[in-house]
C-alpha cells in the first residue's frame, strides 16, 4: 500500500500554462517535503511544509499543505521547460523526531514543452 | 563543497554475482540512508546509519542485501547472489546531524541484472 499518493502520474503542457499536482495520504503527518528529480541525478529538495494550512512560495512555485497535514499541493504558474522533471513528496517514515527514512510518492512526471 | 558521491555511477552484473555499491557522504555529516527506486517510481527506504550504527535497516528487500559503514563516514551496499529484480537505481543521501535534517542525494548508482 502506498503511503503518499501521488496525482497525476504523467503530465505535459505546454510552456506558460499553469498546472497543479498533488500529493494525498490518508496518514496525518507532522511534516512533508516535495523533492524535483531529474534524469541521472538524485532528488533535491525544494521546500518543507510543517504546519497545517502552511503556504510557501518559490518562486513560480507554491506549496501548499493540507490542513489536517494529510495532503499537499504544487501549483507551478507559467510553467518553463526548465520546469520539466519528476516531482516526488515524501514524509519521515516515523514520526519519533529523530532522523528517519522517507518514504516518498511515486512521483508526477512534468514535461513542459516550450 | 562536494557533495554525496557515489560509485560507480552505473553497474552491470550478471545473475547471481556478488555487488558493492559505494558512497561517500557529506563530510562530516552524521546519518546516512540509503534508497532503493525501480524505473518509473519514488525512491523506497532500505537502511539507516547514525555515524557508524546501523539503526534501522527495516528496508532491506532480502538477507542477500548488506550495508555496513565502519567507520561512521564511507558506506558500502553490497547485494549477493544478484537477481533481475535487484534492477535499480540505488541512492544514498546524507544529513548533518540525527533529527529530522535535510537529506542531501547523491547521483546514484545504476544497477542492471542480465
Known amino acids: 500500500t502506498q503511503l503518499l499518493e501521488q496525482s497525476p502520474q504523467f503530465l505535459s503542457i505546454q510552456e506558460g500554462e499553469n498546472l497543479t499536482v498533488y500529493c494525498n495520504s490518508s496518514s496525518v503527518f507532522s511534516s512533508l517535503q516535495w523533492y524535483r528529480q531529474e534524469p541521472g541525478e538524485g532528488p533535491v529538495l525544494l521546500v518543507t511544509?510543517?504546519?497545517?494550512?502552511e503556504v510557501k512560495k518559490l518562486k513560480r512555485l507554491t506549496f501548499q499543505f493540507g490542513d489536517a497535514r494529510k495532503d499537499s499541493s504544487l501549483h507551478i504558474t507559467a510553467a518553463q521547460p526548465g520546469d520539466t522533471g519528476l516531482y516526488l513528496c515524501a514524509a519521515a517514515l516515523y514520526s519519533g523526531g529523530g532522523a528517519d527514512g522517507l518514504t516518498f510518492g511515486k512521483g508526477t512526471h512534468l514535461i513542459i514543452q516550450p | 563543497g562536494a557533495g554525496v558521491s557515489q560509485s560507480p555511477r552505473y553497474k552491470v552484473a550478471k545473475r547471481g554475482q556478488d555487488v558493492a555499491l559505494r558512497c561517500d557522504p557529506i563530510?562530516?555529516?552524521?546519518?546516512l540512508f540509503w534508497y532503493q527506486q525501480a524505473l518509473g517510481q519514488g525512491p523506497e527506504f532500505l537502511t539507516y546509519?547514525?555515524?557508524?550504527?546501523?539503526?534501522?535497516k527495516s528496508g532491506l528487500p532480502s538477507d542477500r542485501f548488506f550495508a555496513e559503514r565502519p567507520e561512521g563516514s564511507v558506506s558500502t551496499l553490497k547485494i549477493q547472489r544478484t537477481q533481475q529484480e535487484d534492477s535499480a537505481v540505488y541512492l544514498c543521501a546524507s544529513s548533518s546531524s540525527s533529527g529530522q535534517e535535510t537529506q542531501y542525494f547523491g547521483p546514484g548508482t545504476r544497477l542492471l541484472v542480465l
Open positions: 563530510s562530516g555529516h552524521v546519518s
Open positions: 511544509v510543517v504546519t497545517g494550512g
Open positions: 546509519f547514525q555515524n557508524e550504527a546501523q539503526l534501522d
